[in-house]
């Protein structure tokens, strides 16, 4: 059984930073991409930053572009998401997502397991 943890979420001035993580169990981490995605009170769900399966490829929404890096690490089937210049606009709950492929996809529907989230509150 597949099983996503987050952390790393809290309250941040804006301007801030923060870097939430998402440890994957439950099959081989190192196979398939990974995304996280957000949902802000009142709103849909939204795609925020994905990577492919080795790091090779990363994809962000233009709304977090050069302000978000995500990243990961295959030995400890962790991948994380560091936040910079953080706006009140980014307060949000913060879902981490595998899909089965290898490839990154902004699509919530080509990702088959998630997180139970984490709350980032950003303060102006």
């Known amino acids: 059984q597949v099983q996503l943890v987050e952390s790393g979420g809290g309250l941040v001035q804006a301007g801030g930073s923060l870097r939430l993580s998402c440890v994957e169990t439950?099959?081989?981490?190192?196979?398939?991409?990974m995304g996280w995605f957000r949902q802000a009170p009142g709103k849909e769900r939204e795609f925020v930053a994905g990577i492919s399966w080795n790091g090779g490829s990363t994809f962000y929404a233009d709304s977090v572009k050069g302000r978000f890096t995500i990243f990961r690490d295959n030995a400890k089937n962790t991948v994380y998401l560091q936040m910079s210049s953080l706006q009140p606009e980014d307060t949000a709950v913060y879902y981490c997502?595998?899909?089965?492929?290898?490839?990154?996809?902004?699509?919530?529907?080509?990702?088959?397991?998630w997180g139970q989230g984490t709350q980032v509150t950003v303060s102006s």
């Open positions: 439950g099959r081989a981490f190192s196979s398939h991409a």
């Open positions: 997502a595998a899909r089965p492929g290898g490839s990154v996809y902004y699509i919530e529907a080509r990702y088959d397991a």
